[in-house]
C-alpha cells in the first residue's frame, strides 16, 4: 500500500508581532521553577446570591465575584502580590489584575487597577470594558502595564484543570476553570451535588513556598464559599 500523498498546510503563522510578543512572554514564564496548587470552591452560596441580585436587576457572572474574591485574598497575602525584581521579591502597594482576554489571533492582558479598592458591580463593568477594548483593538497601552497578578479564566470551555504559565515577573497566576455539579456528602451523610468551581494556582518557588501558597488558595475558597466581603 503506497503511503498517503503530504497534504498541503495551512499557511505558516511568524512569531512576530502579537504572536512574538506572546512567544517571548510565554518562553520568560517557562523557565520559572514553579508549583502548581488546585483546590474546588464550593459556590452554593455565591450562585444562591447571584439569583437573588439578577431578580434585583443586578445581573452579573461569577467573575467579578471572583475577582473582587481574589483582590482582597491578595491584600492579606501581598507576598502573592509581588514582583522578582533581580534578586528580590518586590511585594507591591496597589493590587493590580491582569485580565486575560483571548483574541482570535492572541491573548492579551489588559489590568483592573486597584482592583480590592473596587465593589463587585465596579468590577463587573471594568472586566466588560476591558475584554470588548481589548478584542476591537481599542485600549491604551498603559491599560496592559502594572499588573502585580494575573486571572486567566477557562470557565466558558469544558476544561476542568489546566496549569497557566505565570506573567513574569509576576510571581504567580490563577486559573479558574467551569463552575459544575459534583457529588457531595451532607453532614447527615446523605449523597447530594454542590456546584463547584476549579481553582488553580501556578507559583514561582523562588519567591512562595508552599505552604504559605496554600495558605493563600485555601484564604480564597474560603471566602468564595462564605462571600465574606463579597456581598
Not at 483593538?137 to 466558558?156: D, E, H, I, K, P
Request: glycine share 10%; hydrophobic share 45%.
Amino acid at each position: 500500500m503506497n503511503p498517503p500523498e503530504p497534504q498541503a498546510g495551512a499557511e505558516a503563522i511568524p512569531l512576530s508581532g502579537m504572536r512574538g510578543a506572546i512567544a517571548r512572554g510565554m518562553t520568560a514564564g517557562w523557565q520559572i521553577p514553579r508549583v502548581a496548587h488546585h483546590a474546588a470552591a464550593d459556590v452554593t452560596l455565591l450562585q444562591e446570591h447571584r439569583r437573588d441580585e439578577a431578580a434585583a436587576g443586578r445581573k452579573w457572572s461569577v467573575t467579578p465575584y471572583l475577582l473582587k474574591a481574589l483582590a482582597l485574598t491578595l491584600r492579606e497575602h501581598p507576598r502573592m502580590n509581588a514582583l522578582l525584581q533581580g534578586n528580590a521579591v518586590a511585594p507591591q502597594a496597589d493590587v493590580n489584575l491582569g485580565l486575560a482576554v483571548s483574541l482570535d489571533d492572541g491573548l492579551m492582558v489588559p489590568v483592573i487597577r486597584q482592583a480590592d479598592r473596587l465593589s463587585v458591580a465596579q468590577l463587573a463593568e471594568q472586566a466588560r470594558h476591558l475584554a470588548e477594548g481589548a478584542r476591537a483593538g481599542t485600549l491604551t497601552a498603559g491599560t496592559y502595564q502594572r499588573g502585580t497578578f494575573t486571572v486567566s479564566n477557562l470557565g466558558m470551555t469544558a476544561i476542568d484543570s489546566f496549569t497557566p504559565i505565570i506573567n513574569a515577573p509576576q510571581v504567580a497566576i490563577l486559573g479558574v476553570t467551569r463552575v459544575r455539579h459534583v457529588p457531595v456528602a451532607g453532614e447527615d451523610g446523605l449523597l447530594g451535588t454542590a456546584p463547584v468551581m476549579g481553582l488553580h494556582l501556578v507559583f514561582d518557588h523562588r519567591a512562595i513556598d508552599g505552604y504559605p501558597a496554600a495558605c493563600f488558595l485555601s484564604a480564597l475558597k474560603q471566602r468564595l464559599e462564605t462571600l465574606e466581603g463579597l456581598r
